[in-house]
């Protein structure tokens, strides 16, 4: 069974600091990861992809993947309370699902 | 640009009756796309993806299924609702595999 794990948390981080979130998958072959939001009642929002080892940065958010130790974060910098919301890391394992985790959810702390 | 659209945003059903939920994708061509539920609290659990027009792949057997009669379009149906079947529905659409999905709004749907 190919898997994405996360911690489901919560994790509270004050507001201005870094919220660290991470995520582990069971493929070693899988090629492509993404980070969702998904604010309680809607729909998730795509906010990062990454498909090399290394970071990729956005804005406030920087996505890091590890291939040999397979897992990838995501982190937050200048957390605001508009963070606040559960994070869902994907990841293809070579066709054309994507397989979720099941979220962290994340608060920031005024 | 590219936009999806699904339907309706919440519907309460009775038990045993059918269901009918559409999503349409603009601005592209010949999409991925996925039906998606979420329960309370809960993962997404993918129910169906189609690459091509009349092209499905079932995920998890249950009273659901889903058609694809245009290539921007994809609809889930029942038959016969059960109150299992209450969740978030999500529609999704990708360019191809490996590339992101990108969801509707969703359809809230309780079932009494």
């Known amino acids: 069974q190919k898997e994405v794990e996360q911690n489901s948390g919560p994790l509270s981080v004050p507001e201005g600091a870094i919220a660290s979130l991470n995520c582990t998958y069971s493929?070693?072959?899988?090629?492509?990861f993404f980070w969702y939001r998904q604010y309680s009642g809607k729909s998730p929002e795509l906010i990062m992809f990454i498909y090399s080892n290394g970071d990729k940065e956005d804005g406030r958010f920087t996505a890091q993947l590890n291939k040999a130790s397979q897992y990838v974060s995501l982190l937050i910098r200048d957390s605001q309370p508009s963070d606040s919301a559960t994070y869902l890391c994907?990841?293809?394992?070579?066709?054309?699902?994507?397989?979720f985790g099941t979220g962290t959810r994340l608060t920031i702390i005024p | 640009s590219q936009t999806i659209h699904q339907w309706p945003a919440t519907l309460v059903q009775p038990v045993g009756s059918p269901l009918s939920l559409e999503c349409t994708v603009e601005g592209t061509s010949n999409p991925n796309l996925y039906w998606y539920r979420q329960a309370a609290g809960r993962g997404l659990q993918l129910l169906f993806y189609s690459v091509g027009i009349g092209q499905i792949s079932s995920e998890v057997p249950q009273n659901l299924s889903a058609s694809r009669p245009q290539d921007r379009q994809f609809i889930l149906s029942s038959k016969k609702l059960l109150l299992s079947d209450s969740g978030f529905y999500l529609c999704?659409?990708?360019?191809?595999?490996?590339?992101?999905?990108?969801f509707g709004d969703g359809t809230r749907l309780s079932i009494l």
């Open positions: 493929d070693r072959g899988s090629q492509s």
């Open positions: 994907a990841a293809y394992f070579g066709n054309e699902k994507l397989t």
């Open positions: 999704a659409w990708s360019v191809i595999w490996g590339q992101p999905q990108h």
